[in-house]
């Protein structure tokens, strides 16, 4: 049996090869017997294998002995809330989020919607699949639950709504599951929502939803010119991660949003530790602390940044990579809270999103990241390290290699998946500068990687 469908923190696969129903029946059952979960929340994205992966997923669970609950077409965060919310055992998401449309995978996580991955219990889940299964002498039950309006009920206790006004926000699902859930926030908001490829839709006739790549931004920057938006905002497919335009149609790089939240939280809470990556951290470090917080680094991964987010009790986590994660909503990554809290900035602060990310840019310039293919990627960091420590102010690994000077620093850091390594520089309100050290160091990096 072919499982390589069983990644470092999830599953994802082609369908039916890598993964399919009959698969899906026993990573059911497995996934009972390792966890021992009673009762368990199975939900499903818009991919069309979507329906009958669960299905049989469903059927596994049942048959190890589990309740199932059953939340319909949701986003993987719809998965973690009903979890933790109605206090079950575990959940499962089918998704393969922004994966090719003949892909499909899986989320799992355990009681309080604590992640599943390899070094937890995803391991053992995949070997337990290989062995033969028997019935539970008890068979589990199937139910459906109405999740919706909880979940509604909780992004709004975010906001304060007495303090929104009008005004128009381009929202585009990318035909994934985000639209369903603009669809019932609407009734509650202020807002005239001008809504892009909105329809759930698996065939993906505007291609597979993922806004990171560039050539997957210009309907949503098209729509907020001609729509005179106050600002954009772009999902993914299971909406975990969403992405920001401003009135300008401009894409906004994700660190500059994590720094904008940090500070809008800690605005409301009035301090508490902020959890971030180490891949550009300057302009998060100035916001934390100008608005009272304590700005903590973690190493990169969703697995990671939460466990650490529970570790210091943080109100917030966020990566540059465009995943925000909440204490309230069990230290899990949503891609509806972050444009709520934006929005309300907006309302509140009177200012325009550009204008807000424009000063920080001007302050933190960033090159963005870089990815290079290199076919000996330690070597190339290690010398990379030796190189550029010499006269550095400091040196640190919580991920990858991050050198730190007076006026400019950078990490450099393996990607977990493909042979390449990935680059992110920045510096101190001086863009010639950030530019220079970004060029001098692909330069090195290439040279190095020639000489193999």
Known sequence: ?????????????????????????????????????????????????????????????????????????????????????????????????????????????????????SDNGLNDIRDRVLEPFFDASEQGKYETLEVMSAYVDHLLGYIDAGSLKPMTIVCNAGNGGAGLVIDELEQHLPFDFTKVHHEADGHFPNGVPNPILPENRSATADAVLQNGAAMGIAWDGDYDRCFFFDETGRFIEGYYIVGLLADQFLRKTGGGKVIHDPRLTWNTLDLVEAAGGEAIESKTGHAFIKQRMRDEDAVYGGEMSAHHYFRDFAYCDSGMIPWLLVAERLCQSGQTLSSLIDARIEAYPASGEINRTIADPPKVIAAIEAKYSVGANSVSHVDGVSIEFDDWRFNLRMSNTEPVVRLNVESRANIPLMEEKTEELLAEMDRLNKEG
């Open 1 to 117: 049996m072919d499982l390589s469908c069983f990644k470092a923190y999830d599953l994802r696969g082609r369908v039916p090869d890598q993964l399919n129903p009959i698969l899906a029946e026993k990573i059911g059952r497995a996934y009972v017997e390792i966890t021992g979960a009673k009762k368990v929340i199975v939900g499903y994205d818009i991919r069309l294998s979507s329906p009958e992966i669960a299905e049989a997923l469903s059927s596994g669970l049942m048959a190890a002995g589990a309740d199932v609950f059953d939340i319909g077409l949701c986003g993987t965060e719809k998965v973690y809330f009903a979890t933790s919310h109605y206090q079950m055992d575990g959940g499962i998401m089918v998704t393969a989020s922004h994966n090719p449309k003949d892909h499909n995978g899986m989320k799992m996580v355990g009681p309080e919607s604590r992640p599943i991955s």
